[in-house]
């Protein structure tokens, strides 16, 4: 997602998105793969043990000492697999959704630790880097799939730009191709409404093909929407609703798994939509999107959590995750985006207790 003081009023980058402003995200050369590669509580008062206990197991799994141990192992549910990467059907997906963000598979021990001790097993939504091959991450998917769920991001918002219609439907059967066994859902558009994706019409192009090169497979799908309601651009960065009703598709609307809203209050003039504002709007994308499930796709911060900015960070993460939203088709997920650089590993790591605490009130919030 592309800051809006990012833009120049043709919609187009002054520089470079915050996620690749650091180093290459990807961080690994193909070669560089194989080395990296190697409930509910019962009362409120249990909520401190039980985090006790999830975070003891976090520094002994992921104590080099003790290399990958798991501290907390979740139950393995495989797809039942064919020879060539095709499943002959996938495994269920739980709801709610427990949703994490990497951005780069570099620390890839840590990532597969921190799931195994995560007290619930998550969804990890993986980012897949627009100038990298499937290949490349193929060693990544199948060390992080018996630990978590995957959601595969073909194409980042802030890339949309850089390939083109043709190219990114061939990227996408490649990448369902080779990694089709392991990924559990893929998100075939992210922030599609946002004004630095390009054309509307060749966004519109891009994800109807990429969601029936999934859908012909019989994989799951996700699009990920960007919420900007009461601060977006008006004719110039439609909103999710009217996005819908203009470029997306009716075979689409009607197939999709997922759609999810991804919000990030610091680019909204810091507003904060109350829980009974979200329930009204996933109520209104119900009526679009009626077979999908929905949530939230991306939340978080612009950069990196530091010192000053723990707190934001914290009542982030508390209030997104810990959201009452009563409709029988809403699954949670948030997927936090620097989940790796804000968590990973919990001894050293500042919002690794806040997310223990979040997942433990989104399990509350789903109670009856």
Request: glycine residues 10%; aromatic residues 10%; contains cysteine.
């Amino acid at each position: 997602m592309v800051r809006r003081d990012t833009l120049g009023r043709d919609g187009t980058d002054r520089f470079c998105h915050r996620r690749l402003a650091r180093p290459s995200p990807l961080h690994f050369h193909p070669t560089a793969v194989a080395i990296v590669s190697g409930a509910m509580r019962a009362m409120q008062s249990l909520r401190g043990l039980i985090l006790g206990v999830l975070v003891l197991g976090a520094a002994t799994a992921l104590d080099p000492r003790a290399g990958a141990t798991p501290g907390l192992a979740h139950p393995q549910r495989p797809a039942t697999r064919t020879s060539g990467g095709a499943t002959t059907s996938m495994r269920a997906l739980s709801a709610p959704l427990y949703g994490v963000t990497v951005d780069n598979v570099a620390n890839l021990g840590n990532i597969v630790a921190g799931s195994r001790t995560l007290g619930h097993m998550p969804t990890t939504r993986i980012y897949f880097n627009v100038k990298q091959r499937a290949a490349n991450y193929e060693d990544a998917v199948k060390e992080i799939q018996p630990v978590s769920y995957i959601m595969g991001e073909l194409l980042d918002s802030s890339e949309s730009r850089r390939i083109s219609t043709a190219s990114y439907d061939k990227r996408v059967k490649s990448y369902v191709s080779t990694l089709g066994t392991w990924v559990d859902v893929w998100e075939i558009g992210n922030e599609v409404n946002g004004n630095w994706t390009g054309r509307y019409s060749t966004v519109e192009a891009k994800l109807a093909d990429a969601y029936h090169d999934v859908a012909s497979v019989g994989k799951r799908s996700a699009l990920t929407l960007y919420y900007n309601v009461g601060c977006g651009d008006g004719p110039k960065e439609l909103d999710p609703i009217s996005f819908t009703q203009k470029y997306v598709p009716a075979a689409v609307r009607s197939g999709l798994n997922y759609v999810l809203l991804s919000y990030y209050e610091g680019d909204c003039k810091g507003i904060r939509p109350s829980a009974a504002t979200w329930t009204a709007y996933f109520a209104r994308l119900h009526g679009l999107y009626p077979s999908a499930q929905l949530g939230f796709g991306e939340v978080g911060m612009d950069k990196p959590t530091t010192t000053d900015t723990l707190g934001a960070a914290q009542s982030i993460m508390d209030y997104y995750y810990g959201l009452g939203i009563d409709l029988p088709y809403y699954v949670g997920g948030y997927f936090w985006w620097y989940y790796d650089e804000d968590c990973l590993p919990p001894t050293t790591k500042p919002l690794w207790n806040t997310l223990q605490t979040a997942f433990i009130s989104e399990t509350t919030a789903f109670s009856p």
